[in-house]
C-alpha cells in the first residue's frame, strides 16, 4: 500500500478507488466499498486500531476500527464518514483521476465525501500516540450504502453502542445537528384495459393516480406548507416521475408515480407516515405504496461535545437533507454530520474540493480531538 504523505496525497488515494454505489446505473464497473472498505482497513491498522470488516450487503462491508485506550468505562465517541459515492453519469471530468490542479482535487467522492474521510484520518494520524489517553475512546467507522438505503449506518448502530456520533458530510465544518426526515413514497394504481372509444368498460389507472396526486399538490402540500421548524423552515412535498398506459387509444391498466416527502422532527410521531398513508388510500383504496422512511435528526445543540465543537469554530446549523446521523439518533445516540467541502458540490459533474478546504478539515478534528 502506498503510504501518503499528506492529506490531500491520502485524499487523491481514496477517491482513485472506485467505489460507486450499485443502485440504479453506476456509470462504471467500480461498484461496491469492498476495496476501499480493504484500503481503509490497512491504513487504520497502520495507525494502532484494531480494525475488522463487516459485511452489510454480499460484498459491502463496513470498516470498523477502535483505538486503544488506557482504561476501560470512556464514552465512546465514533467517527463515521461512508465510503460510497453517487454514480459517475455524465461526470466532464475523470472520475477516479484525483487529478490536483487550481488549488482543487477533482473527482467522485472528492467532495462527498472522501474530503471529510480524509480529514477525518489524518487528524487520527496526528494524534495517535495520544488517543489513548484522550477522556473518549475512539472509533472510526467507514460506513457501506449511504447514497442508496443506509444500510450501513443502520447495521452498525444496532451492532454497536456509542455516547457520541459525527458523521462525515462536507458541511463547510459547520455542525448539523438537525436535518429533515425523508420518505420517497412509490404509489401504484391498477385498473382494466379497454378500448378508449368505449372507456366506461375499463378501469383507468391514470386517473386515480391523478386524484391521488392532486391531494397530494392541493390538501397535503398546503398542511405542510402551514408548519414551520424554527431551523429547518418548513416541510416540503414533490411529486417526482409519474409513469402510466401504454398506447393512447388503450385504457391505461397501471400508474406509477414516486413523491419526494420531506418533513420536519415535530411533525415525526408514531403513526404519522401511517396516517399519511390511510389518507391517501381513502382517496384510492387500492393504492399500493412502497415507502422507507429516514427519520429526522434533531440533537440537542446546548450538547457538551457540540459546544466543544463549538469551540473549534463549528456553527450549530440544519440542512434540508438526510445523512446517516438520523440512524444513529434514532436509536438513542447523539449524533451531528460535519466535515469540510461544500454540499454544493456533491453529486455534481465536476466534484472536487479546495485543498484549503481539506487542509482546515485536518486542522479542525485535529483541534477537537486534542480537547476530549
Known sequence: ?????????????????????????????????????????????????????????????????????????????????????VSVVGMTIPPFAADLR?????????????????????????????????????????????????HGSK??????????????????????????????????????????????????AIAKMLDVLAFVRGELAREFAAIHDPVLGSPTISIGTIRGGSKTNIIPDACEASVDMRFVPAQFAPGFVEKIIARLRAICPDLAVDLSPAPPLATDPAHPLIAKLGECGARPVGAPWFCDACFFAARGTPAVALGPGSIAQAHTRDEFIEVADLEEGVEFFTNFLGRL
Do not use: Y
Not at 461498484?31 to 484494531?50: M, S
Not at 496526528?126 to 489517553?133: D, V
Not at 438537525?178 to 413514497?185: D, E, N, S, V, Y
Open 102 to 150: 487550481d488549488g482543487r482535487v477533482w473527482g467522485r467522492g472528492a467532495s462527498d465525501t472522501k474530503g471529510s474521510m480524509a480529514a477525518m484520518l489524518w487528524a487520527l494520524r496526528a494524534m495517535r500516540e495520544r488517543l489513548p489517553a484522550l477522556g473518549h475512546e475512539i472509533w472510526f467507522a467507514g460506513l457501506a450504502s449511504e447514497e442508496a438505503g443506509q
Open 1 to 85: 500500500m502506498t503510504e501518503p504523505q499528506n492529506a490531500v496525497e491520502l485524499l487523491q488515494e481514496l477517491i482513485r478507488i472506485p467505489s460507486v454505489n450499485p443502485e440504479g446505473d453506476p456509470g462504471t464497473e467500480g461498484t461496491g466499498e469492498a476495496r476501499i472498505a480493504e484500503w481503509l482497513a490497512g491504513f487504520l491498522r497502520g495507525l494502532g486500531a484494531h480494525t475488522e470488516l463487516r459485511e452489510v450487503l454480499p460484498g459491502r462491508p463496513n470498516v470498523v476500527a477502535r483505538f486503544p485506550s488506557d482504561r476501560p468505562g470512556k464514552p465512546r465517541l465514533l467517527l463515521a464518514p461512508h465510503t460510497d459515492t
Open 155 to 204: 447495521a452498525l448502530a444496532r451492532e454497536e453502542a456509542f455516547d457520541f456520533v459525527i458523521v462525515g458530510e462536507p458541511t463547510g465544518l459547520d455542525v448539523v445537528h438537525t436535518h429533515k426526515g425523508c420518505a420517497f413514497l412509490q404509489l401504484r394504481t391498477t385498473g382494466r384495459a379497454g378500448h378508449a372509444a368505449r372507456p366506461e368498460l375499463g378501469e383507468n
